[in-house]
């Protein structure tokens, strides 16, 4: 079965870059999304076909996906950025979730 | 704007069915969408169940296959889960959503319900 890989948890300074990966064997011939969760809440779609933000998604999201992994990219992150990340991707008829990435603002 | 708002029992005993509902506002559940359950054991990841076409095509985790039933019901315009043979590893929030991309590659989800918790115990 197809499997993506997450980092557990990624640190970033307020104002900084983050990056947050995902990896998959060949994902970049697939389309990867990310989804946002905060703390009792739902996912929030934060970018799909690899690189499309939904309307509402601030311009500091942005994703590639390229060889086997998928990058979620969040330039100059806010403390409201603080959440857990999961990337998603489709394969044979099966969804697959990453394990999901803590991002931590500090 | 869809709305999604899932629905059923919130304690369900081992070795019963566990039964919940989605009802679907401001869209059709006969659109060209698909429709899915994702769940999510407390303090754990997200974890893909199935979904469903209003055709009735599905689509199932392999790993669950063998227990869950999705079903549409487009007179009401809800879709409903049956998962059976539970146990308190099926203890988690679970998620009703909107699938964009149907069952492709260009798959994702665009909208979700508040998710609603269950709890196995006896």
């Known amino acids: 079965s197809y499997e993506l890989t997450q980092p557990p948890s990624v640190s970033v300074s307020p104002g900084q870059t983050a990056s947050i990966t995902c990896s998959g064997d060949?994902?970049?011939?697939?389309?990867a999304c990310w989804y946002q969760q905060k703390p009792g809440q739902s996912p929030v779609l934060v970018i799909y076909?690899?690189?499309k933000r939904p309307s509402g998604i601030p311009e500091r999201f942005s994703g590639t996906n390229s060889g086997n992994t998928a990058t979620l990219t969040i330039s100059g992150t806010q403390a409201m950025d603080e959440a857990d990340y999961y990337c998603?991707?489709?394969?044979?008829?099966?969804?697959?979730f990453g394990g999901g990435t803590k991002l931590t603002v500090l | 704007q869809v709305q999604l708002q899932e629905s059923g029992p919130g304690l369900v005993k081992p070795s019963g069915t566990l039964s919940l509902t989605c009802a679907v506002s401001?869209?059709?559940?006969?659109?060209?969408?698909?429709w899915s359950w994702v769940r999510q054991p407390p303090g754990k990841g997200l974890e893909w169940i199935g979904e469903?076409?209003?055709?009735?095509?599905?689509n199932y985790n392999p790993s669950l296959k063998s227990r869950v039933t999705i079903s549409v019901d487009k007179s009401k315009n809800q879709f409903s889960l049956k998962l059976s043979s539970v146990t308190a590893a099926d203890t988690a929030v679970y998620f009703c959503?909107?699938?964009?991309?149907?069952?492709?590659?260009?798959?994702?989800?665009?909208?979700w319900g508040q998710g609603t918790l269950v709890t196995v115990s006896s």
């Open positions: 469903i076409y209003h055709s009735g095509s599905t």
């Open positions: 959503a909107r699938v964009e991309g149907g069952s492709t590659v260009k798959h994702y989800f665009d909208s």
């Open positions: 076909l690899d690189t």
């Open positions: 060949k994902l970049g011939d697939k389309y």
């Open positions: 998603q991707a489709w394969d044979s008829s099966t969804v697959v």
């Open positions: 401001g869209g059709s559940i006969s659109s060209s969408n698909w």
